[in-house]
């Protein structure tokens, strides 16, 4: 049989303690979802700058018509050796992809020199009769 304080013991109510924990412990959850948050966001960042200083040191070679013509590799950002060997592979298997660097006299551009114009017997018979 039971005694009294046994009884009394098992039709108190239960303590409130861990009702007054619950808050603290949604607290910390919403603090860690959020921490996660910030760190995937952040994560993302990192990944977003990684890629444009890739392609930016891609373009600074000058080897490329287009930098995005060489895929990222994270690897490659912080070595200028193995980038440009990339570089190298890329364009020995597909040299259209290099820049076109045209030399000498291709009669594109104007001429800082004037010629003058051939003598033609009309022009110097023109000169006389004046």
Do not use: C, H
Not at 17 to 45: G, M, N, W
Not at 86 to 92: E, F, G, K, S, W
Not at 103 to 120: I, K, L, S
Request: charged share 30%; no cysteine; aromatic share 4%.
């Amino acid at each position: 049989m039971a005694t009294d304080d046994e009884r009394e013991e098992e039709e108190s109510p239960p303590e409130e303690a861990p009702e007054e924990e619950a808050p603290e412990e949604d607290l910390r959850d919403q603090r860690i979802a959020e921490l996660e948050a910030a760190l995937a966001s952040a994560a993302t960042q990192i990944e977003s700058l990684s890629q444009g200083l890739f392609y930016s040191q891609v373009a600074a070679t000058g080897r490329l018509v287009d930098p995005s013509g060489l895929p990222y590799d994270a690897a490659l950002v912080n070595n200028a050796e193995a980038m440009d060997a990339a570089i190298t592979a890329l364009l020995l298997a597909s040299p259209w992809l290099g820049k076109i660097v045209v030399e000498g006299d291709v009669d594109q551009d104007a001429r800082d020199e004037v010629t003058p114009p051939a003598p033609n017997l009309l022009g110097i018979l023109k000169e006389f009769a004046s």
